[in-house]
């Protein structure tokens, strides 16, 4: 068994990636095109981002360095474990990146509209928790919902 990056090793990554997605599909095709290295960096930032969030509840040991698992529990939930891969699977797409931040970037500065020629494009609030995480590193919509259950209630204690 490899190295635990997070939440998941890289064979469970490479499953998820395997039962999730056809052999055809483009996201597939391109995180196998990857290195075991690249993988990893994309797991690694996956899992740092995951960490940023605030979540309900407390750590199980509130000595464990990371926020999972959350007591009573002592295990790590699966959704988690799918959330840094699904996280790590949209990282691994730098044009996804870009839009996301093209578009963090207008709300930044208040643009709720714009038009150029016959273009018209209003921009919309972000789903729930859209934006703030979205700034953290968590671009993937899959793992916001697999997160939810997790997210909000609670306050970071440093």
């Given at each position: 068994m490899s190295e635990v990056v997070g939440y998941v090793t890289l064979e469970e990554a490479d499953a998820?990636?395997?039962?999730?997605?056809?052999?055809?599909?483009?996201?597939?095709?391109?995180?196998?095109?990857?290195?075991?290295?690249?993988?990893?960096?994309?797991?690694?930032?996956?899992?740092?981002?995951?960490?940023?969030?605030?979540?309900?509840?407390?750590?199980?040991?509130?000595?464990?360095?990371?926020?999972?698992?959350?007591?009573?529990s002592t295990d790590v939930p699966t959704q988690i474990k799918e959330a840094q891969v699904a996280n790590a699977i949209v990282l691994a797409d730098e044009s996804s990146q870009d839009d996301v931040a093209y578009y963090d970037k207008l709300r930044t500065f208040g643009v709720k509209s714009y038009h150029i020629g016959n273009l018209s494009e209003t921009l919309t609030a972000p789903a729930e928790g859209a934006t703030a995480t979205s700034y953290q590193g968590i671009y993937s919509q899959e793992a916001l919902r697999l997160l939810s259950p997790w997210l909000g209630g609670g306050f970071k204690i440093v």
């Open positions: 998820y990636v395997t039962d999730h997605f056809m052999s055809s599909n483009m996201t597939r095709v391109a995180w196998e095109s990857l290195s075991d290295a690249d993988k990893m960096v994309l797991l690694r930032n996956s899992y740092r981002a995951i960490e940023m969030l605030t979540f309900r509840g407390r750590k199980t040991d509130m000595a464990q360095p990371s926020a999972f698992p959350r007591w009573p």
